[in-house]
């Protein structure tokens, strides 16, 4: 079993970053699919990005450019750096993980995988 722990979130202007991250504590060895989300109220969950165990990353259009994925090994931690941050990124965010590698379309990390563990979120929340 692996939990996950959400921080990072907060109020912030248009224009400005915040760095998301995700602490996973338990059977940390069995995640390879790890991959962050938001929703709104009143929305569908959107997935913002995911990384697989190679390494292989993908991205939302709406957060190309702005938002980059990475992993902490030695903390167990998955970060999203998220910079020039505009008020429809306002959101819960949340991330996930699995024991299995990423469903792949064409290659690429789905951004929709149905995760087996996910973090209860933290909001973000942008002005403008």
């Known amino acids: 079993q692996v939990q996950l722990v959400e921080s990072g979130g907060g109020s912030v202007q248009a224009g400005g970053s915040l760095r998301l991250s995700c602490a996973a504590s338990?059977?940390?060895?069995?995640?390879?699919?790890m991959g962050w989300f938001r929703q709104t109220p009143g929305k569908e969950r959107e997935g913002v990005a995911a990384?697989?165990?190679?390494?292989?990353?993908n991205y939302a259009e709406s957060v190309k450019g702005r938002f980059t994925i990475s992993k902490d090994d030695a903390r167990n931690t998955l970060i999203l750096q998220m910079n020039n941050l505009k008020p429809e990124d306002t959101a819960m965010y949340y991330c996930?993980?699995?024991?299995?590698?990423?469903?792949?379309?064409?290659?690429?990390?789905?951004?929709?995988?149905?995760?087996?563990?996910r973090g209860q979120g933290t909001q973000v929340t942008v002005s403008a």
């Open positions: 338990g059977s940390t060895d069995s995640t390879r699919c």
């Open positions: 996930g993980a699995s024991p299995w590698g990423c469903t792949l379309i064409s290659g690429i990390p789905s951004l929709i995988e149905q995760h087996k563990w």
């Open positions: 990384l697989d165990g190679d390494g292989t990353t």
